[in-house]
């Protein structure tokens, strides 16, 4: 009985040290967005990472100079990143050189963001919706205190979107912060990843891949029910890309939610 038990142990320590060694290229991800293109992501190391899609290849991008990176976000021309202490930086996609921008500790209450060109858009943990310029760091409160229980924050380009706690999805005008619910259903509630890519908002909940038209709040569901380990997603190109849990990269097609994985 020993003996059995000894190899039982053996043959579960193996297995979990060989989950470890084959992690995917992108195990340990924490951030990830995509700009040009191209995938950036940030380990947990602090390592900056920028990945050519659709080919997978990547390479590491400056030092180490990222463990304390919060959020991570795309200008019209570079990376910007709010950091654990609230300070913004602008950071050069090409080497990862990096820039402080603004003032201090001005984005420590940060719960989400989105940008449009070079405007930044945040909400802070008592409900402001924040526009911040990314060039120079000043910025100006948008609206009332509306957005107390907004979980997630999109952006098509032009115009911003949240899905909130209870799981209704708003439209948000970002010049005057208006905000105004798509359909009368929290078909959101689930939601778990998301991103809006191509004037589409594809979201996955339990197992599956939704598109959403935000015109109208209808939604479909893409492909089979294999989304249940998707750390990040994103799009690039005419594709959405998911990062899983395990490191590995899939491109996924948009319209029918066929997936095929990528690099190692």
Same mark, same amino acid.
């Given at each position: 009985?020993?003996?059995?038990?000894?190899?039982?142990?053996?043959?579960?320590?193996? *297995?979990?040290?060989?989950?470890?060694?084959?992690?995917?290229?992108?195990?340990?991800? #924490?951030?990830?967005?995509?700009?040009?293109?191209?995938?950036?992501?940030?380990?947990?190391?602090?390592?900056?990472?920028?990945?050519?899609?659709?080919?997978?290849?990547?390479?590491?991008?400056?030092?180490?100079?990222?463990?304390?990176?919060?959020?991570?976000?795309?200008?019209?021309?570079?990376?910007?990143?709010? #950091?654990?202490?609230?300070?913004?930086?602008?950071?050069?996609?090409?080497?990862?050189?990096?820039?402080?921008?603004?003032?201090?500790?001005?984005?420590?209450?940060?719960?989400?963001?989105?940008?449009?060109?070079?405007?930044?858009?945040?909400? #802070?943990?008592?409900?402001?919706?924040?526009?911040?310029?990314?060039?120079?760091?000043? &910025?100006?409160?948008?609206? =009332? +205190?509306?957005?107390?229980?907004?979980?997630?924050?999109?952006?098509?380009?032009?115009?911003?979107?949240?899905? #909130?706690?209870?799981?209704? *999805?708003?439209?948000?005008?970002?010049?005057?912060?208006? &905000?105004? =619910?798509?359909?009368?259903?929290?078909? &959101?509630?689930? +939601?778990?990843?998301?991103?809006?890519?191509?004037?589409?908002?594809?979201? +996955?909940?339990?197992?599956?891949?939704?598109?959403?038209?935000?015109?109208?709040?209808? &939604?479909?569901?893409?492909? =089979?029910?294999?989304?249940?380990?998707?750390?990040?997603?994103?799009?690039?190109?005419?594709?959405?890309?998911?990062?899983? *849990?395990?490191?590995?990269?899939?491109?996924?097609?948009?319209?029918?939610?066929?997936?095929?994985?990528?690099?190692?």
């Amino acid at each position: 009985m020993k003996r059995i038990k000894a190899t039982l142990l053996l043959v579960l320590v193996t *297995f979990c040290l060989s989950v470890i060694a084959f992690g995917g290229d992108w195990d340990n991800t #924490e951030p990830a967005v995509v700009l040009n293109g191209k995938l950036y992501t940030i380990e947990t190391g602090g390592m900056l990472y920028v990945t050519e899609l659709p080919s997978g290849v990547w390479k590491q991008l400056g030092k180490a100079d990222f463990a304390n990176t919060k959020f991570l976000f795309v200008s019209t021309t570079n990376l910007i990143t709010i #950091e654990a202490d609230g300070s913004m930086y602008s950071v050069d996609p090409a080497s990862g050189a990096w820039r402080k921008v603004g003032k201090g500790a001005d984005w420590k209450n940060t719960v989400v963001g989105a940008t449009i060109g070079d405007k930044l858009y945040t909400v #802070e943990t008592e409900g402001r919706m924040f526009e911040t310029n990314t060039t120079n760091g000043v &910025w100006r409160q948008i609206g =009332k +205190t509306d957005y107390l229980r907004t979980k997630y924050l999109y952006s098509d380009g032009t115009k911003l979107y949240s899905i #909130e706690h209870d799981g209704y *999805f708003y439209s948000i005008n970002a010049s005057s912060g208006v &905000w105004q =619910k798509i359909s009368n259903s929290n078909d &959101w509630l689930n +939601t778990n990843r998301s991103v809006m890519f191509n004037g589409k908002l594809y979201t +996955t909940e339990n197992n599956n891949l939704f598109v959403t038209d935000p015109a109208t709040g209808v &939604w479909k569901q893409l492909g =089979k029910r294999e989304f249940s380990s998707v750390d990040h997603l994103v799009g690039a190109g005419d594709s959405l890309y998911s990062i899983e *849990f395990n490191g590995q990269l899939f491109r996924v097609n948009p319209t029918d939610g066929s997936r095929t994985q990528i690099g190692k």
